[in-house]
């Protein structure tokens, strides 16, 4: 699966395979950093990241949340512009 955006360095992906598990989230890296965030808060689900960096996906996350739960109902791959 493509990015959905990449931003300061950071790139968020969904993967939209088949209805992936609940609850609805994204998958963001930076560097050695990977996390999942929720969709419905933009709040940590899983594993670590840089205290900026995790504002910056919390922010894009709630910019989104619309187009991101969309993507996670439909399964229909959508690119995203990042945060300026």
Same mark, same amino acid.
């Given at each position: 699966?493509?990015?959905?955006?990449?931003?300061?360095?950071?790139?968020? %992906? %969904?993967?939209?395979?088949?209805?992936?598990? *609940?609850?609805? /989230?994204? /998958?963001?890296?930076?560097?050695?950093?990977?996390? @999942?965030?929720?969709?419905?808060?933009? &709040?940590?689900?899983?594993?670590?990241?840089? *205290?900026?960096?995790?504002? %910056?996906?919390?922010?894009?996350?709630?910019?989104?949340?619309? &187009?991101?739960?969309? %993507?996670?109902? @439909?399964?229909?791959?959508?690119?995203?512009?990042?945060? &300026?």
């Amino acid at each position: 699966m493509p990015p959905i955006s990449v931003f300061y360095g950071i790139i968020i %992906m %969904m993967y939209l395979r088949d209805k992936e598990h *609940n609850p609805p /989230h994204i /998958h963001a890296f930076y560097g050695d950093d990977a996390a @999942t965030f929720y969709i419905s808060n933009g &709040e940590i689900y899983e594993g670590s990241f840089p *205290n900026r960096a995790k504002k %910056m996906v919390k922010e894009f996350v709630l910019k989104y949340q619309k &187009e991101l739960s969309d %993507m996670w109902e @439909t399964g229909k791959y959508m690119k995203l512009k990042g945060l &300026e």
